[in-house]
């Protein structure tokens, strides 16, 4: 099934500079993991060594932090977005 | 929901009974004459305290519009001067200001803007050994900070004081806003529980911000403070407002409350302030990962160099538009690309990588003598370096 990943600014660069990715996937877990076979360099800021998610990078499906519903394993079905949201910390100081 | 919130604001001196001067009237007429505002939503601004954390781009507007709005007494918080490049987007200073500390310029220009509120300036750094203290005269703090470190620490504050947290942050052209600490509302580590390794995310310094974003993001968490303390409308609590400025797109997120959060659940196992550098992985400000052990040149040697004909091969591992606004005349990699495009440089020739201060460039350095590349160093100090201590001329951004 066709669903969009939300690209975020900080995380475009290593996907080829695109504001959004569609995927065919199931799952999260499976959208993540076409996403990242597109784009090798994006594994690594997504996934920590140990093969989880980072924790400063949160995944919804539609408004839902995956977390909270059955993580990797969480359904996806036709047109549903992906968002990816890493903190980003900036104010603006110089 | 209308009033399911509301801060309850002045009471750590209980003074008698707020009134209106008759100019005060005049000057918030405005809001008077709004039922959802009126004279009880204006006195509770009256006596509401606020703490802005940083007086940066989110700061600058956050000021301005809780001045004029009358926030009775407004706590600034900043270390830094007033600096050229501040100007693009911190609106709360001028041209004349530069030099300055900000929390004294700012106090400058909200007195101008608002004489019958109090402003405070706290001219230092937050840090673990004042937040509390600092936190527990105010009502409402306001996250305008720029790093990691200090967004924790705000963060743990705010909940061990059970202060509600305003925390707008911003990235290039792409904002975040919500309201963390609030009681029963998640923290900012139910979101995130760790910070990402430094090095990982770049900084505005590195990624640049589009100049009105901080308007936009900072003038959210105004209004959503002034909503707090008329305990008005629908607050960000549980919700986080993603903005993105070129596509001019709001979207909103369902935030919850993580039952096994370290400083908000039931039994948090964070119940003091840490070493949040510590906790970071970084000492202090300078956040991206400093690789120290790689071979140096200056640039002063490398010019001596350069000047007596020597062979030696500039490598240039910053951005294109970087590139664009200054340079060594040097081959253009951007660190990030550099894996895939490490044969285009000799190998056998000698290589002295630069970026803008010197860190990127030390990353690739490190990853080239890696790649078996010996013939290579970094140049101290990158093209900023060049610019101080070689050629003037070379515009530092």
């Not at chain 1, 977005?81 to 100081?93: E, Q």
């Not at chain 2, 900012?188 to 901080?214: F, H, M």
Request: charged letters at 25%; proline letters at 5%; glycine letters at 10%.
């Amino acid at each position: 099934m066709a669903v969009k990943v939300i690209i975020p600014t900080p995380l475009r660069a290593y996907a080829g500079k695109q504001e959004s990715v569609e995927v065919q996937a199931a799952t999260v877990g499976e959208a993540l993991a076409a996403l990242t076979g597109k784009f090798a360099e994006l594994k690594k800021h997504l996934y920590a060594d140990d093969g989880r998610l980072r924790s400063f990078v949160n995944v919804y499906v539609n408004d839902e932090d995956i977390r909270y519903l059955q993580k990797d394993q969480t359904a996806v079905k036709a047109g549903d977005t992906i968002s990816i949201v890493p903190s980003i910390a900036g104010g603006a100081r110089d | 929901m209308a009033t399911k919130t509301g801060i309850p604001t002045g009471s750590a001196t209980t003074k008698t009974a707020a009134t209106l001067s008759k100019q005060e009237v005049m000057r918030y007429s405005r809001h008077l004459i709004m039922p959802e505002v009126g004279m009880e939503g204006q006195l509770k601004i009256k006596q509401a305290k606020v703490l802005c954390i940083g007086t940066g781009g989110l700061g600058a507007p956050l000021g301005l519009y809780l001045a004029a709005a009358g926030v009775g007494r407004i706590g600034l918080v900043d270390f830094d001067v007033v600096d050229s490049t501040n100007l693009q987007r911190q609106v709360l200073f001028g041209t004349s200001d530069v030099g300055r500390p900000k929390t004294e310029a700012a106090a400058d220009r909200l007195r101008n803007l608002n004489p019958e509120i109090q402003i405070d300036t706290f001219d230092t750094h937050l840090s673990s050994a004042n937040a509390l203290e600092l936190f527990n005269d105010y009502d409402i703090i306001v996250d305008g900070t720029d790093n990691f470190p200090t967004r924790y620490l705000v963060n743990d504050a705010c909940v061990i004081t059970g202060k509600p947290n305003v925390y707008g942050s911003i990235f290039r052209f792409e904002g975040q806003i919500t309201v963390f600490g609030y009681p029963g509302g998640p923290c900012y580590r139910c979101l995130y529980p760790e910070p990402p390794p430094p090095g990982l995310v770049p900084s505005c310094a590195e990624g640049g911000v589009l100049g009105v974003l901080p308007g936009i993001v900072g003038t959210i968490q105004a209004a959503e403070t002034l909503k707090l303390i008329i305990g008005k409308g629908e607050p960000l609590i549980g919700r986080l407002l993603l903005f993105d400025a070129l596509a001019m797109k709001f979207r909103e997120l369902k935030l919850r409350k993580n039952p096994e959060c370290s400083v908000c659940s039931e039994h948090p196992t964070l119940t003091k302030l840490i070493d949040y550098a510590e906790f970071c992985g970084i000492r202090g400000e300078e956040g991206p990962t400093t690789v120290t052990n790689v071979p140096e040149i200056t640039s002063r040697e490398l010019k001596t160099r350069l000047d007596r004909g020597d062979d030696i091969y500039i490598l240039d591992v910053r951005e294109v538009h970087e590139y664009q606004i200054c340079n060594l005349n040097g081959h253009l990699i951007p660190l990030g690309e550099l894996s895939r495009r490490v044969h285009e440089l000799d190998s056998s020739r000698e290589i002295v990588a630069h970026c803008k201060s010197g860190k990127r460039s030390a990353q690739a350095v490190e990853f080239l003598r890696g790649a078996g590349f010996k013939k290579i160093s970094n140049l101290k100090g990158g093209i900023v370096a060049w610019s101080d201590e070689v050629d003037p001329n070379v515009p530092k951004y």
